[in-house]
């Protein structure tokens, strides 16, 4: 439950750097623009459809990313799709949206299909009665994906070392504390810097490594037998305007986006889902229904025709989006409904308040996933609604992200049931992503 009133600054700064999913107090899910006071700024939480409409689309050139969000992305991803402003941005958009059109995206699914089969033999052979970490298990099947979909020759190195360089790596720079509330200089040392910088350099290290294994090989191949993955995708990706490839630092700040946004949240997503099910036995049995029907059938269309599997995923992402909160910083003063918003104001859209909000969501906090299956998805306002983002920033793989973990979904609760171990306690963690604080330990059992 959301603290009654606003937290003073002191408790602002303690739970920030606790869990800053926990600084929402009540009055935010009620209100639909809300004026704060920071140290260094003036800021605005904006959850009016209309006014969110305006900040990323009708005058999105007007808010940029605000220091706090690009010293959280400078790690790694400063040259990366998610960071770059201005031309920058418009080339590398240009320059990637092939690799994620329809079709392309669609060519995977066989790939997706692959891995979650795997992770539920896997299981079989483990035996019903075992105990999974299942986000764990999310985190270890998503990187098996972009194995098979992105880097079809390997990570270069163990999943499990991976998945726990990932997972430190997330875990660090999305935290946000006293220094950067103060605008303290970038060169003074935060907490958990160096651990970054050696998380950091191992990512360097295996991404550099497979990006020049496959330049070798394209060099070689001559266009013969090149492997179909994003990778070799990205490599070849030319700036339709200017015929420019895009260079080193480009390439492995956008793997390392990729990363987050095809491995990390879909990850995430997917274990919030089976989360959910595993206390809604009754959409558990509906999702199940569906997979037994549709999985037998052919691969192509299959994300489309799970509709039901796909409302549960959607539903989950509302709950727990990815990305529990963005934000912006004004350039030019501004109106958003009746505020005056001066410049270098602080516009903050927070997701998981968002899609919860009192005004926007009947029973805001429930899981229903019949909220996103027809009529009522298309009544779903498309500002009230934002696990990818909205306007020209909008994320540009979430096509690929709702086809994996719907196909993934469906694959897994066709042949278990999985059951949240009595008194855990589950809790949603908020750093770059929104992930569960602990473990969501869970017990295989054969379907009914």
Not at 18 to 32: I, T
Not at 53 to 64: E, F, G, H, Q
Not at 112 to 120: F, G, M, Q, Y
Not at 419 to 439: C, E, F, H, S, Y
Request: include cysteine.
């Amino acid at each position: 439950m959301p603290p009654p009133t606003r937290l003073g600054l002191i408790e602002i700064i303690q739970t920030l750097r606790r869990n800053p999913l926990e600084c929402w107090s009540a009055e935010f899910f009620r209100e639909p623009i809300a004026k704060i006071r920071l140290p260094l700024a003036r800021a605005f939480l904006v959850h009016d459809p209309a006014a969110i409409k305006r900040v990323l689309l009708d005058n999105a050139d007007n808010y940029r990313k605000d220091p706090i969000q690009r010293r959280i992305l400078s790690s790694g991803l400063a040259d990366g799709l998610l960071s770059v402003e201005g031309s920058r941005w418009e080339v590398q958009r240009r320059t990637l949206a092939p690799l994620f059109a329809k079709r392309t995206v669609a060519s995977f699914s066989e790939a997706v299909l692959t891995a979650a089969h795997e992770l539920a033999d896997k299981w079989s052979r483990l035996g019903y009665g075992t105990v999974v970490d299942a986000a764990a298990e999310m985190t270890l099947l998503t990187l098996k994906v972009l194995a098979l979909t992105i880097f079809s020759d390997g990570i270069g190195g163990d999943f499990e070392e991976f998945r726990l360089a990932m997972n430190a790596y997330f875990g660090v720079i999305g935290r946000i504390g006293a220094l950067d509330l103060f605008g303290v200089p970038e060169f003074v040392p935060r907490p958990g810097r160096a651990r970054l910088r050696r998380t950091m350099s191992y990512f360097e290290r295996v991404i550099d490594e497979i990006i020049e294994a496959r330049r070798r090989r394209l060099a070689c191949s001559a266009g013969k037998d090149d492997p179909n993955d994003i990778l070799t995708l990205l490599l070849r990706a030319l700036d339709p305007s200017t015929g420019q490839p895009m260079s080193l630092a480009e390439v492995r700040s956008n793997i390392l986006t990729f990363l987050s946004a095809g491995h990390e949240t879909t990850a995430n997503s997917l274990a919030w889902s089976i989360f959910l099910l595993s206390q809604a036995p009754a959409w558990r049995t509906r999702v199940r229904e569906e997979a037994v029907r549709e999985l037998s059938g052919p691969t192509a269309g299959l994300a489309d025709r799970l509709l039901v599997t796909r409302a549960v995923v959607e539903e989950a992402l509302r709950l727990y989006p990815p990305i529990a909160a963005l934000s912006r910083m004004s350039e030019r003063p501004d109106n958003l409904g009746s505020h005056e918003v001066g410049a270098r104001s602080l516009i903050v859209i927070a997701p998981y308040v968002l899609h919860r909000h009192e005004r926007l969501w009947d029973r805001g906090d429930m899981f229903d996933p019949s909220r996103f299956l027809p009529p009522a998805r298309s009544e779903v306002p498309r500002f009230a609604y934002l696990p990818f983002g909205a306007g020209p920033r909008t994320c540009i793989g979430s096509s690929f992200a709702l086809q994996e973990a719907t196909i993934v979904l469906a694959v897994l609760m066709r042949r278990f049931d999985l059951d949240l171990l009595p008194d855990t306690k589950v809790w949603p963690l908020q750093g770059i992503t929104l992930r569960p604080t602990n473990a969501l330990p869970m017990r295989l059992r054969k379907c009914p």
